[in-house]
């Protein structure tokens, strides 16, 4: 299994920062490899919430369903795909520093399923080289806010 963890501090309160990592079609914003991102809700997420992001893959996309699966408001949230190859997991906590300012450790595990899972250990390279663009990507989000 190929992972990534990051901090990030960010100019937002834990309350403000915590809806906007959890509504997790906000990827699309700060993450390279999403090509689109969409919300099954009413707009607040909550756990059992879904959304879709097409990954950008070696050839064309692939389709993530991503459900949140622990939701802890302010604090944590953790978003869980199954696709037929993949297995991706997305665990975001948070902390306040002050009331406008948290950070957050983010860590993203990803592996295959099946037949293909005897690769997993060429997916580290992967991960990070995504994870990276995405932390970069991220970053200036936030600061943009």
Not at 33 to 51: C, E, M, N, T, W
Not at 111 to 116: I, K
Request: proline fraction near 3%; charge should be positive; hydrophobic fraction near 45%.
């Amino acid at each position: 299994m190929a992972r990534y963890l990051t901090t990030i501090r960010a100019p937002l309160s834990a309350s403000a920062l915590f809806t906007y990592l959890a509504t997790f079609s906000n990827a699309k914003f700060w993450d390279p490899s999403v090509r689109s991102a969409s919300f099954d809700g009413d707009g607040v997420p909550q756990l059992g919430s879904r959304y879709q992001l097409e990954i950008a893959a070696r050839r064309g996309t692939t389709t993530f369903d991503y459900t949140i699966i622990e939701f802890i408001p302010s604090e944590r949230v953790v978003l869980e795909a199954i696709t037929k190859n993949f297995y991706s997991r997305d665990t975001i906590d948070i902390r306040p520093l002050d009331v406008h300012h948290a950070e957050f450790t983010y860590e993203a595990t990803l592996r295959f399923r099946g037949f293909a899972a005897i690769a997993n250990g060429a997916l580290f390279f992967v991960l990070r080289k995504i994870g990276r663009r995405a932390e970069i990507g991220l970053r200036r989000e936030l600061e943009a806010t």
